[in-house]
Structure formats: structure tokens, C-alpha cells
Nanobody, 122 residues
């Protein structure tokens, strides 16, 4: 009933920039927190950045000052602007959202996108 679709990943040289987007669609009543996670080969998935419905943000220490998360509530979209990228930022990036469905009872669920690959070459 709900889909999260990421875009914007790719290959970039160290020091470069990328902008990830994630659009939520389906039977959505409201979206609470939205965030970006990443998982590098052989490592656990980790939180990169999150943003509340009111716009409060938090970041992993490793990306503070380089990445910026934002959202457009009218478009059900969250963005991740990634600047001064480093090879250690290489990972699959996943979008996450806490969504209340527009159904009887208003089920609240935790939804994930399919992931987008970000590769930073040295």
C-alpha cells in the first residue's frame, strides 16, 4: 500500500557531491519521521540522518557538516544532499519513513525503500 522510491545514487570522485531523493506514495495519511540509512559491504546498516515532521534533524557524527537532510511534506519527499564525499561513504543508501496509512484504524508502519548505490572513488 506504500512505496518508497529512492533516486540520485551513482559514482562520484572523492570531494564531489550527490543528492538523493526519496518519494513516498500510496495510501498515506501522514508521514512522521523520515531518514536515510546506509549499509556498506560486511557492515551493519547505520543511520545517516533523520528528520522529524516538524523539521528537527539529527546526523551521524561521520557526516555532520557534509550532509544535509531536508523534506518537502507537500510532495512526501525526503532529500539527502551529500557534499565533500569520501570513499568511506560508499554504501547502499536506504530511505526510511514512519507512515500512518489512510485506512480505517490508521495503521502506522515502518517502511523502507529498495536502496540506491553510492560509490565514491579515491
Amino acid at each position: 500500500q506504500v512505496q518508497l522510491v529512492e533516486s540520485g545514487g551513482g559514482l562520484v570522485q572523492a570531494g564531489g557531491s550527490l543528492r538523493l531523493s526519496c518519494v513516498a506514495s500510496g495510501s498515506i495519511s501522514s508521514i512522521n519521521a523520515m531518514g536515510w540509512y546506509r549499509q556498506a559491504p560486511g557492515k551493519q546498516r547505520e543511520l545517516v540522518a533523520a528528520i522529524s515532521s516538524g523539521g528537527s534533524t539529527k546526523y551521524a557524527d561521520s557526516v555532520k557538516g557534509r550532509f544535509t537532510i531536508s523534506r518537502d511534506n507537500a510532495k512526501n519527499t525526503v532529500y539527502l544532499q551529500m557534499n565533500r564525499l569520501k570513499p568511506e561513504d560508499t554504501a547502499v543508501y536506504y530511505c526510511n519513513a514512519i507512515i500512518r496509512l489512510a485506512t480505517v484504524g490508521g495503521y502506522v508502519g515502518d517502511y523502507w525503500g529498495q536502496g540506491t548505490q553510492v560509490t565514491v572513488s579515491s
